[in-house]
């Protein structure tokens, strides 16, 4: 059974930088699928932030990009996520996932972490 | 690439409940659906249209034509309550539709 545990502060300071690390169990991230990251803001539907594949290639969403950084650490079977210049707007629930297939994005997420709630506050 | 979903959707127990994503890009896409109840993360309950995990209830079925999906949950139970979102892929990576609140009462 694949586990994805999640770790980082629950509180972050506007204009700073949010961090989150997801660890796997139960399968290699270096076998493949893209391992991704997706938040949920108070009362809202689900929005997808990107993925990474072990190669280190990368999926975003456009309206992110320009703040987010994903990174992946197979000796550690981790991946990472950075958002940049955070703001009240950047407050959600965020997940880390496994996406896709062992080759490519095209697929389900199929397994999901329990969610780490991020408030942007002062 | 947008997915388009109803806001709700309301059944009494028994009855059939019909959730439907709709999205220009959905003719040539797979379609999951996700169900989402307060608190938790989502529940993946169909891939690839119409094939549902280990698990998944056999009341809960799928189908694409065109550019919709369409969720469908034979015989709603209370414990179905809760938010469906549909989920595909495009250049950019993941998109999910706006979520469909279902309510059995």
């Known amino acids: 059974q694949v586990r994805l545990q999640q770790s980082g502060p629950r509180l972050v300071k506007p204009s700073e930088t949010l961090s989150l690390t997801c660890v796997v169990s139960?399968?290699?991230?270096?076998?493949?699928?893209?391992w991704s990251w997706i938040r949920q803001p108070p009362g809202k539907g689900l929005e997808y932030i990107g993925g990474?594949?072990?190669?280190?290639?990368?999926y975003f969403n456009e309206s992110l990009r320009s703040r987010a950084t994903l990174s992946i650490d197979t000796s550690r079977n981790q991946f990472s996520l950075q958002l940049a210049s955070v703001t009240a707007a950047d407050t959600a629930v965020y997940f880390c996932a496994r996406e896709g297939n062992p080759i490519s994005i095209v697929g389900k997420i199929d397994f999901w972490g329990r969610g780490t709630p991020v408030t942007v506050s002062s | 690439f947008e997915l388009k979903q109803s806001p709700s959707v309301s059944v009494s127990p028994r009855q059939t409940a019909t959730i439907t994503c709709s999205g220009d890009g959905l003719s040539r896409k797979y379609v999951c659906w996700y169900h989402q109840k307060s608190g938790q993360a989502p529940v993946l309950v169909l891939y690839?249209?119409?094939k549902r995990p280990s698990g998944i209830p056999e009341r809960f079925s799928g189908s694409r034509s065109g550019t919709m999906a369409t969720l469908t949950i034979s015989g709603a139970q209370v414990e179905d309550e809760g938010y469906y979102y549909c989920y595909s892929t495009d250049r950019f990576g993941g998109v999910f539709g706006g979520g469909t609140k279902l309510t059995v009462l």
């Open positions: 990474i594949y072990y190669s280190g290639g990368t």
């Open positions: 690839e249209d119409s």
């Open positions: 139960g399968y290699s991230i270096g076998s493949g699928y893209y």
